[in-house]
């Protein structure tokens, strides 16, 4: 096959993390079924979600220990519900990691959400073999980790696998394939290995394809989402940004552009800002499937359009013999408490009763920030809060913040804090304090022998 | 040679643009000019030491830039500049979202005839 026999494989994006807007996919499968309309009778096209972060899968195995139903996106109804039924009735189909902790869950939740809409039984693939929280495979993590792993209380453990088993599935005839902890990109790739039979070592375009995933993953970020900063880089109709749609040829080249009838805007600008996003050396970003490099990438407005730029450019290396795991473990407890001070002299008293906490708070790392003066780009030491002189703030928010492995230690800053009410400077107000348990993650590599990556075609008894 | 009024100096959101990105405690901090001719006096006075002294509240370990002259960029990476990172960070913006708009406030000289290349006021 080649890139003028074979229309362009058309690739949606309708969330870039856990949490996103659920009104996101609409516009994007309208699209979709719009260009599959006007397009040539061999244009295929995909839908993807994109919904784990770091922690979003320890949080999932969390759930899962409650209840054993739970454990795969809570917003996977929401976003799903809404385009599911036009999806299976016009061939688009559906990858994404949002199986999460728990993909059979997933897939069965999907199978019930098609009956109540009157559509025919999907055939729903799950991917799986990333969750290595096994008893097995811990002796495996404690291998490559060592002494690190002493004592921890693990939550979970997951390998960031590629997509490999997403094409199998796809190859086998799934119309929607879920997944847990996959690579972003790989969510991409999948779909594109399989629609135009691609190798797995077929490093230039395994490479093209994973920045165009690199693209898409989050969302609308590369559509002006994240982006507009008024004056300097104004986006229009901020408010209902579109999500984006790659067209992906059979060597792998992408052209971006966005759903119809949404705001937002893809540039140069928005698509060169998306594309360094969360890259190292860019000659060297490590997949699963692939270390691409983007290097030599160029960006292109295409001419006589809006909203569509080409990215080229982009080379591939050998894939990494090893994957990336993720191994999250209970952290203790983080204490936070805030307090305001208005009017005059107002960051003088925040300022005191930082100095009152400090003391009181012996033996606790605190972090002080002063809201509305410096809370972001200062740091923990309290450094550029030192060198940022009182500039009389009238209207400012003290706060602080500890971690304790001990929740008895952690709750001394939350009390102190509440204390202030009474014993601190004059005129304070408003104290909110939280306490909340921490999950911190270590990482290794293991041999992508040592993970059993499958995909499994589910019948109708396992999605009853 | 240039006398010092050839030059005006203005903060680096003029010339460029950029976003954070983190993993782990490691930032990663792009730089894009608004014009292919501002590029080159970026590539110029954005050495990692400047970009390390901008930091230096956050006391990176190792401040790596990597040059990208196709698209007018530049990709900092900024080692334990995160205060442990998204779960071990006590700072509101744990990901280090916002660092990018400290570096862009960084002071850069701009030749006179280049001004009008620059962005907003």
């Known amino acids: 096959m080649n890139a003028t026999a074979s229309p362009p494989l058309l690739i949606g994006c309708a969330a870039g993390f856990s949490g996103d807007r659920t009104d996101a996919a609409g516009p994007v499968v309208d699209t979709l079924i719009a260009r599959l309309q006007g397009g040539p009778a061999e244009q295929r096209a995909f839908l993807i979600f994109e919904t784990l972060a770091e922690r979003t899968l320890a949080l999932a195995q969390l759930r899962r220990r409650d209840n054993p139903d739970a454990g795969y996106e809570p917003l996977l109804d929401a976003m799903l519900r809404p385009v599911l039924a036009r999806c299976l009735a016009r061939g688009i189909r559906i990858v994404s990691n949002f199986g999460a902790a728990n993909p059979r869950a997933a897939a069965r939740h999907i199978a019930r959400m098609a009956r109540e809409l009157g559509a025919a039984a999907p055939r729903i693939a799950v991917v799986e073999g990333d969750d290595l929280s096994g008893p097995a495979h811990l002796a495996l993590l404690h291998e490559a980790l060592g002494a690190q792993m002493d004592g921890l209380r693990i939550v979970s453990a997951n390998a960031y696998i590629g997509a490999e088993p997403i094409a199998a599935a796809l190859d086998a005839g799934a119309q929607i394939v879920v997944c847990g902890r996959v690579a972003d990109p790989s969510l991409t790739v999948g779909p594109a290995m399989s629609h135009f039979g691609w190798r797995a070592d077929d490093w230039h375009r395994l490479g093209r394809a994973t920045m165009a995933g690199h693209l898409l993953e989050c969302g609308a970020q590369v559509c002006g989402g994240y982006f507009a900063d008024p004056g300097y880089k104004n986006v229009p109709g901020l408010e209902e940004v579109g999500f984006p749609i790659a067209e992906i040829d059979a060597d792998g080249h992408c052209t971006i552009g966005k759903a119809d009838n949404t705001g937002g805007l893809v540039s140069k600008a928005t698509v060169k800002e998306q594309l360094l996003y969360e890259v190292h050396d860019p000659s060297a970003y490590l997949t699963p499937d692939v270390v691409a490099d983007i290097a030599e990438a160029q960006v292109d407005q295409l001419p006589g359009t809006a909203n569509r730029v080409a990215l080229s450019g982009v080379r591939g290396h050998a894939r990494p013999s090893h994957y990336k795991v993720n191994v999250c473990h209970e952290g203790g407890w983080l204490a936070e408490g805030e307090i305001s001070y208005a009017g005059p002299r107002a960051e003088a008293r925040a300022r005191l009763a930082a100095d009152v906490l400090r003391k009181r708070l012996d033996g606790l790392a605190l972090r002080v920030d002063l809201i509305g003066a410096l809370s972001i780009l200062g740091d923990d030491a309290g450094r550029m809060l030192a060198d940022t002189p009182d500039t009389g703030l009238r209207d400012v928010r003290l706060r602080v913040a500890a971690s304790h492995t001990d929740r008895a230690q952690a709750e001394r800053l939350t009390r102190e804090v509440m204390a202030l009410y009474t014993c601190g400077p004059a005129g304070g107000g408003g104290v909110r304090t939280a306490l909340t348990p921490r999950l911190n993650t270590l990482s290794c590599l293991l041999p992508r022998e040592a993970v059993p990556v499958r995909f499994e075609l589910l019948g109708a008894e396992a999605l009853a | ?121």
């Open chain 2, 1 to 121: 040679m240039n006398t010092p009024t050839d030059f005006v100096e203005v903060p680096l959101y003029r010339a460029a643009h950029g976003r954070t990105g983190d993993k782990g405690d490691r930032s990663n901090i792009s730089v894009i000019a608004w014009h292919p001719e501002l590029y080159p006096l970026l590539a110029e006075q954005l050495t990692p030491e400047r970009v390390a002294a901008q930091f230096r509240h956050r006391a990176p370990s190792r401040v790596q830039r990597f040059l990208l002259p196709r698209l007018h960029a530049m990709n900092f990476v900024l080692d334990a500049v995160l205060d442990g990172g998204v779960n071990d960070a006590l700072n509101l913006d744990a990901h280090g979202k916002a660092l990018s708009f400290l570096l862009l406030d960084m002071p850069i000289r701009v030749p006179r005839p280049l001004v009008p290349l620059l962005a907003g006021p």
